[in-house]
């Protein structure tokens, strides 16, 4: 006999632009990415201040047309057809939004970043525990197949000892034409800035492989060192570089066992280093005619090279080491693997088949995205922001709630 999928039901908080990709991915049948234990429903959307505005955000996505439209975050929240809130606001106002949907009862997945810092990401985790909610942060990327893909190929040892990533996400603009003083990018009352917008996702990458992949309970938390270049106009960053030092992180594993019952594999301290690059001035990839990775993984027996834009990832290429002294000690060619995204999707309904499934299992955080990894993450952008002097105004910084102007 064959159970009835679970059925998720997604209250829409924002109406912008990520708001209606991510919506119309949750409106996506998951049959066509081979999904069948789980079913999403959009059953409301909020503006800020006009119901009209999540109506026609609701017709635009094609949601169902019983779906409620409301005029407000506060009546969104309370609405008790809603399961789960997506947060799709500036991240400066995560915090606010995410805890308004907490107080309320709800679940929540929320962009990335999840908060300005990571003291707020502390206190939302903690609220969600005493609530005995799920909650996660938004970081799509990794959800992907491909992601999932290269993390067995580095737990596998196939790579040997991961010794160094790079990850850049940057992009060439004539950013005071494009952006000026006002736009979200470069505003500091919007916690403006590469960094948290998209160097995010150069951390991510980072962490992925040489966090995530670390044994339970023998995680190491890197050394930070950052620069920062700041934007004229408005002392955002618009250039941030961040090299990180995992001390005996020892990720992927080259021990092998031979016929004498011997251990041999890599003498080496299990150290790895890492570089997440992001700037508005010079793009990660400047000319699409002469394709670059946008990721590269180095372990002691060959690389992983992942193309495309990496929050969105669509195919990576394995490089075995090769010389003349050595030989070539991996058990792998040079191969290219490539991903589709199905049912005619951006990408982002994997990261929501997660949040359903741990509801429906009673999850409160997921082993994907979990609360101890934000929390890290953030950390890593807390020291170098501090480290460059990039500060933001002391209410945006702060745990207090509800603060007036945000909607709550």
């Known amino acids: 006999m064959t159970s009835s999928p679970f059925t998720l039901r997604w209250g829409i908080l924002a109406t912008g632009g ?4 991510f919506t119309k991915d949750l409106l996506v049948d998951p049959s066509t990415r081979d999904a069948h234990d789980i079913h999403h429903v959009v059953v409301a959307a909020a503006s800020s201040n006009s119901s009209s505005r999540a109506e026609t955000f609701l017709r635009a996505v094609g949601a169902p047309q019983e779906a409620t439209a409301h005029g407000s975050y506060a009546s969104l929240v309370a609405d008790p ?43 939302l985790y903690s609220l969600a525990k005493a609530r005995n909610l799920f909650l996660m942060e938004a970081v799509w990327t990794r959800f992907f197949p491909l992601t ?14 991961i010794k160094r990533v790079q990850s850049d996400l940057s992009f060439w603009n004539d950013v005071e034409a494009e952006f000026g003083s006002e736009h979200r990018m470069v505003k500091k009352e919007l916690g403006g800035g590469a960094l948290l917008d998209l160097g995010v996702y150069s951390l991510t990458w980072v962490f992925l492989v040489l966090w995530h992949l670390q044994r339970d309970g023998e ?52 150290d790895a280093h890492a570089l997440a690059l992001t700037s508005l001035r010079v793009s990660y990839q400047p000319n699409p005619h002469v394709p670059q990775p946008s990721v590269r993984i180095q372990g002691t027996r060959g690389d992983i090279l992942v193309h495309g834009i990496s929050p969105r990832p669509l195919s990576y290429t394995l490089v075995p080491a ?30 929501a088949d997660e949040c ?14 979990g609360w101890e990894e934000s929390v890290r993450v953030m950390e890593v952008m807390d020291e170098v922001r501090r ?9 945006l910084e702060s745990e207090k709630y509800p603060l007036e102007g945000f909607g709550v």
């Open 356 to 369: 359903a499934r741990c509801v429906r299992d009673g999850k409160l955080e997921s082993g994907v995205m």
């Open 148 to 161: 999932r893909s290269i993390q067995e190929v580095i737990a596998s040892g196939r790579l040997g000892t």
């Open 322 to 351: 090769q010389n003349e002294k050595r030989g070539q000690p991996a058990d792998f060619e040079v191969e290219t693997k490539s991903f589709e995204i199905p049912g005619g999707g951006h990408g982002m309904f994997w990261e």
């Open 18 to 21: 990520i708001a209606t990709t």
């Open 387 to 395: 480290q460059g002097g990039v500060g933001y105004d002391e209410e």
């Open 219 to 270: 995680r190491v938390q890197p050394g930070v060192k950052g620069w920062i270049s700041k934007y004229a106009a408005t002392g955002c960053d618009e250039m941030t570089s961040v090299m990180l030092d995992f001390r005996a992180a020892r990720v992927g594993s080259t021990t092998t066992t031979t016929e004498d019952g011997e251990t041999e594999g890599d003498k080496d301290n299990g």
């Open 81 to 123: 057809n809603v399961d789960m809130v997506y947060i799709a606001t500036p991240h400066s106002h995560h915090y606010q939004h995410t805890r308004l949907a907490l107080e309320a009862g709800k679940h929540v997945l929320v962009e990335k970043p999840i908060t300005i810092n990571s003291g707020q990401a502390r206190t």
